[in-house]
Nanobody, 124 residues
Framework: QVQLVESGGGLVQAGGSLRLSCAAS????????MGWFRQAPGKEREFVAA????????YYADTVKGRFTISRDNVKNTVYLQMNNLKSEDTAVYYC?????????????????WGQGTQVTVSS
């Protein structure tokens, strides 16, 4: 089992920045990729970004490329999502997820473990 706890959400004005954190514990040695997803009211959960836990390769959805940066601290077992130039359409609950498969996935079912989510609200 892998436990994930997100933090760092909040209310920010459009154009502002936030940094989300996700602390992992448990069987973290089984994790290949860590990802961030988000779900806006009335919409399906969607992929935002992912990072290879050991090599650090990163992947982004087109909607956030150039504005969001995913990173990780292997010592702290923590993954981050730096979000800059936030827009109202970024408003959502953001979820951290862990993938125990060696092939990067962007679909929800490819991630075995999930955090509880953290709310990000961008006011225009």
């Amino acid at each position: 089992q892998v436990q994930l706890v997100e933090s760092g959400g909040g209310l920010v004005q459009a154009g502002g920045s936030l940094r989300l954190s996700c602390a992992a514990s448990g069987r973290t040695f089984s994790v290949y990729f860590m990802g961030w997803f988000r779900q806006a009211p009335g919409k399906e959960r969607e992929f935002v970004a992912a990072i290879n836990w050991s090599e650090g390769n990163t992947y982004y959805a087109d909607t956030v490329k150039g504005r969001f940066t995913i990173s990780r601290d292997n010592v702290k077992n923590t993954v981050y999502l730096q979000m800059n130039n936030l827009k109202s359409e970024d408003t959502a609950v953001y979820y951290c997820a862990a993938d125990t498969n060696p092939i990067m996935g962007w679909r929800i079912y490819e991630y075995a473990y999930w955090g509880q989510g953290t709310q990000v609200t961008v006011s225009s």
